[in-house]
């Protein structure tokens, strides 16, 4: 298996190169890291380090930039999941956070420098239309769907319509499971709520147990067809991994958790991937029991190694290679195989390619460049 | 070498590959542009500027590029993209040099948090400068072009960089993006003033640029102190009053105006205040440029305070 490394992960896993780059390195550098989300993982990695001082400048604006939005992030994040722990206590539901917002609110390193664009919270499935009504209450509002995106969320997907807050902006994402309810994999939801931890210095705010907060990770990641931000999640994986790893009951929990939650396959990829591709540092015996419960076939591993190594790179020209579009693709669509059945499949592919879907569109306008002028709200 | 060093089919050359790489000091935009009368654009709007070697740092590297499909042969498309992410909204090709203007606009305002970063003109005499932000429609580019017609020399008709070290604002020295009316009044203010042609139907309207002065791009690199907050506002006929402006509300509006305000948190508004309190803050009500060009030329002429 060929090894084929970024700029932006060389420097990122060893630190120390980055002081031996030439300015067209920094610049490729800088373009990398920036399309792949990881900007201000890099200028951290490099703080942390006490050694982004010996950064060029033009580059070094660049990254301490990059930090500001990042530090702004972090408080703003905070004051939403305020917002919201208040709005939720007219519901008898905990406040559960996933992905991002979780490692950010549990003080995980992993979260340093990680962008994103909302917060994800679970409730129990009984409890989504209280959720939801409580929400608008507070000033959230679903955004403008017809008819048959509606049902596409409401009785296929894992999570209702994003909603976005209209005086914010912000956005959050109300799940009711971790995968879709047409996925292949059926999700031991239940087993989920059992494992839910407080966080001990913020009373109403509850993330998953370690070795769910990982499997959720793998599962998000490995069932993700738009891999715009998949190397950006698969550090997240691998600091994860390091983090919660400290822990050796995690360990010793992690493949018997997947097996319990139905989830073997994406932490079987999460380790091999992490492992492969950005040295995380895994167990023998951990891997070995993951590929035992875990692993695909020998072909269909093959064919999966040549797609993730490809796709899971920065998303920029100079990372492309031959098949890097094939491979998306090939993600792309196995994405949505491992979403629904065949039938529902077909339907919701004839459906989206007769009429386009506006949702996305308008959501990729608003995150595109737009003419300057105009001070963002 | 500037870039009037450059012969248009060198240029072009250049823009094909993506390798022309230009001084907008205090950043470097490298560009790329296959679309054919992006380079006489340049060259003409930009002929002042300086080309860089290539092994520089490009702070942004921003591109049109012509959209693929038979379509072109028609009404060709031009899609604007950054750091290689392209935007999801093409638009008319004629279109590509004012939206190269505007994404490298863009770029600033979006990544250049070293900067206070201000929707404002900004002029300088004698070493003071003069902030004009505003919200659009107020008339601030059309005084900003009347005004560096008449010995002003500019900084920016669109983005202040207000240097949160040294309190300090920076300018890029960039063309003038002057729209509808607007252009017609500074051509006839003007007559001697080089504009690209006229592009109608953009979202801002019409929409032509016009060339800087030299003497403003020679010192594009030299940042100057402010010295005056002016909101301007265009009314047809009126005549030329500037009164003095509340400070809070100058403050609201600048914090309002600025695009990174929210990034910098307490910094943003730390900075604000010192630009405040560097500056006398009016208001200046206008009909005619010629009325402006008196009232600014007795500003300038008081004394520092």
Known sequence: MSRLQSLTVQVLLEPERAFGLSMP?????????????????????????????????????????????AERQQLALRWEVECIRIALTEVPARLILLKGAAYAMAGLPAARGRMFADVDILVPRELIAKVESVLTIHGWRGEDMDAYDQHYYRHWMHEIPPMRHVRRGTSIDVHHTIL???????????????????????????????????????????????????????FDLAGLLRELGRDPGFWAALVPRSIALGLERPLFYALRYTSMMLDAAVPASVLAASVAAGAPSGPVLALMDACYVRALQPMHGSCDRFGTWTARM???????????????????????????????????????????????? | MKVSDLSE?????????????????????????????????????????TVCQPEVFADFHVEVAREAGLRRWVSPLARFAFDGKRSFV???????????????????????????VIHAAVIEKGGRAAVLPAPPGSGKSTLCAGLVNRGWRLLSDELALYDLATGLIHGMARPVNLKNASIDVIRAF??????????????????????????????????????????????????????????????????????????????????????????????????????AVRVFERLAAEPAS
């Open chain 2, 190 to 291: 003007a007559p001697e003033a080089v504009f690209t042609v006229p592009v109608p139907d953009t979202t801002k309207g019409t929409v032509a640029l016009m060339r800087p002065s030299s003497g403003s791009v020679l010192r594009a690199q030299e940042p100057v102190r402010p010295a005056w907050i002016i909101l301007p506002k265009y009314e047809a006929n009126a005549e030329a009053v500037l009164s003095v402006h509340g400070k809070a509300e100058t403050f609201m509006l600048v914090a309002e105006q600025s695009f990174n305000y929210d990034i910098h948190g307490l910094r943003g508004f730390n900075a604000v205040a010192d630009l405040l309190d560097q500056c006398a803050s009016h208001t200046f009500t206008y009909g005619h440029l010629d009325d």
């Open chain 1, 25 to 69: 390195e920094w610049d490729l550098l800088v373009r990398q890291a920036r399309r792949a989300n990881l900007l201000a993982k890099l200028a951290y990695v490099l703080q942390d380090g006490g050694r982004i001082a010996d950064v060029p400048t033009a580059p070094r604006l660049h990254l301490q930039a990059a930090l500001r939005i």
């Open chain 2, 90 to 116: 093409p638009l008319p090709a004629a279109q590509a040099f004012p939206m190269i203007e505007w994404g490298l606009n863009w770029c600033v305002a979006a990544h250049a948090h070293q900067y206070l």
């Open chain 1, 180 to 234: 879709p309810g047409t996925a292949r994999i059926k999700v031991n939801t239940a087993a989920l709520f059992e494992g839910v931890r407080s966080l001990p210095e913020l009373a109403g705010v509850d993330v998953l147990q370690p070795v769910d907060m990982l499997l959720h990770s793998a599962a998000h990641l490995f069932h993700e067809g738009e891999l715009d931000n998949g190397l950006r999640d698969l």
């Open chain 2, 9 to 49: 089919s060198d240029l072009r050359g250049l823009l094909r590959q993506g390798n022309l790489l230009l001084q907008i000091s205090p950043f470097v935009a490298r560009i790329r542009s296959d679309v054919h009368k992006v380079a006489h654009e340049i060259a003409l709007m930009y002929g002042d500027f």
């Open chain 1, 330 to 377: 090939a993600l792309y669509v196995r994405s949505h195989w491992l979403r629904m059945p065949l039938h529902l499949l077909a339907y919701h592919l004839i459906r989206k390619a007769i009429k386009p879907d506006k949702t996305l569109t308008e959501a990729r306008a608003m995150a595109a460049p737009h003419g300057g002028g105009k001070p963002q709200a």
